[in-house]
């Protein structure tokens, strides 16, 4: 086979990937949030469900998460009467975005506490309520903050997807996987594989870039 016939083979790998590196970053992006603020939370439940999570999915593998969730959960789910089988594409979004979401809660109390104490006392001494302060104060200040590390995070889940092809899924690995053996054109295939994730890395670097100059605008003037 010429090179150029593996192009599109690989070319709807490469959707499925960009689909799963997409709404795991923002499934990622939600729970970060969640479970950063839930972390600083005066109320305890907050607190220790956030803290749980964080640990839970940081300190364990994303490989044996992503396998606990396809094979293992189904069978708690028939034990218990319920069915929890989803499709592939399902439990690598729901994988890498619980994954993801656990590393960026930590990015995102950092930043928050990161804040100057004397802008809190200011909004206590405005008589601001903990909501007023959370997203008037200290969003607005830390968001931009959290921009490098998030870009660094969005990076690493796109190139975690390959793990999906493990289960299944037909990302891009999966489909240089399933050439390679068909062809056994290791060279060509994996250098292709190599420039597309490279590829799609520069766009999502790009991306967030533009993301954080425009969350930057955020930031009060003098810092």
């Known amino acids: 086979m010429h090179w150029t016939e593996y192009l599109v083979p690989l070319g709807q790998g490469a959707w499925v990937t960009v689909q799963l590196t997409f709404w795991s970053t923002i ?3 939600i729970l970060a949030f969640a479970a950063g603020i839930g972390k600083l939370s005066a109320f305890f439940v907050f607190r220790w469900l956030s803290v749980a999570y964080i640990e839970v999915f940081r300190g364990t593998s994303l490989l044996v998460q992503l396998f606990w969730l396809y094979f ?3 069978i708690l789910g028939e034990t218990v009467g319920l069915d929890l089988r989803f ?3 399902l439990v690598g979004i729901l994988a890498l975005g619980l994954n993801i979401g656990a ?9 928050i506490q990161a804040v100057a104490r004397t802008q809190y006392e200011a909004a206590r001494a405005l008589n601001f309520t903990p909501r007023q302060v959370l997203f008037r104060i200290a969003l607005p200040q830390a968001i931009p903050e959290m921009m490098p590390p998030f870009d ?11 793990l999906v092809s493990l289960i299944t899924l037909g990302d891009l690995a999966f489909r240089a996987e399933q050439l390679r053996n068909f062809t056994q ?5 994996y250098t292709l594989v190599l420039f597309m994730y490279f590829g799609m890395a520069l766009v ?15 930031r009060p003037s003098g810092r």
């Open 152 to 162: 660094n995070l969005a990076i690493q889940n796109l190139k975690d997807t390959a």
């Open 103 to 111: 590393y960026g809660a930590e990015v995102v109390r950092g930043a």
């Open 185 to 189: 054109d290791s060279t060509v295939i």
């Open 72 to 74: 293992a959960m189904p």
């Open 27 to 29: 499934l990622g992006g």
């Open 204 to 218: 999502l670097t790009a991306f967030m870039r533009g993301l954080a100059r425009m969350t930057g605008r955020w």
């Open 87 to 89: 499709s592939p594409v």
